[in-house]
């Protein structure tokens, strides 16, 4: 199946700093990415729809100034943590879509985030 | 707006046993049905799904039936094993084609 890849798979930063988070389709173009946040023992909730080449669509109650996404090429999507506080440690998966596949979501394998 | 609903965990089984994870929605038209499984350490990996009324997904020997009726894709597996221990999530494709997933529901499966 198609691979997604996330880099890095962990991280720890201190409060205020930012952090970039790197989601690669690594034998797939995928021209629409997504983000999503996984609280422990919780669902995954949308944060943002990536489009390559466009502004990413977030989803209501996720601040785009906090959470920047860039879709610069067919197979690389980035979220940077802006100013990260420690209620922003969380898990973090993306997911790309693949054409080819039905429109079929492969996801990530996720970045923890820990914000001290 | 779109929803699904899927009973909590843990669920725990000895192995061989039955397993069902119950999964209901709610959705505007008919939306596209999946069940996902994360295992420990690893990303969501999709198990099976369903695209219209009375399919049957099925794969690694789970089986779930996208019924309109009751609005329901209920997870089942005859006899589940160890390696089955995960967390799956039941999810809908909605009009706009994005994933709206249930809470999960974390299964162990005791030797």
């Known amino acids: 199946g198609a691979v997604v890849s996330q880099h890095p798979s962990w991280v720890i930063c201190k409060s205020g700093t930012s952090v970039k988070i790197e989601c690669r389709s690594l034998d797939f173009q995928a021209t629409t990415m997504f ?58 998966i993306c997911s790309a879509i693949r054409l080819s596949l039905g429109n079929e979501q492969f996801f990530g394998p996720g970045t923890r985030l820990t914000v001290l | 707006g779109d929803s699904v609903t899927q009973m909590e965990g843990p669920v725990t089984l000895s192995e061989e046993a039955f397993l069902t994870i119950n999964c209901t929605y709610t959705a505007t038209g008919y939306p596209s049905l999946f069940w996902y499984v994360q295992y420990p350490g690893e990303g969501l990996q999709l198990l099976l799904k369903a695209t219209k009324a009375d399919d049957k997904g099925s794969n690694k020997g789970f089986e779930a039936t996208y019924r309109k009726e009751t609005t329901s894709f209920h997870l089942e597996k005859g006899s589940v094993q160890v390696s089955d221990s995960a967390v799956y999530f039941c999810a809908l494709r909605d009009s706009w084609g994005k994933l709206q997933f249930g809470a999960g529901t974390q299964v162990v499966v005791t030797p």
């Open chain 1, 35 to 92: 983000w999503y946040r996984q609280f422990p023992k919780q669902s995954l909730m949308l944060m943002a729809t990536s489009n390559e080449g466009s502004k990413a669509t977030y989803e209501q109650g996720v601040e785009k100034d906090k959470f920047l996404i860039n879709h610069a090429s067919l197979t690389l999507s980035t979220l940077t943590v802006t100013s990260a506080h420690p209620e922003d440690s969380s898990f973090y």
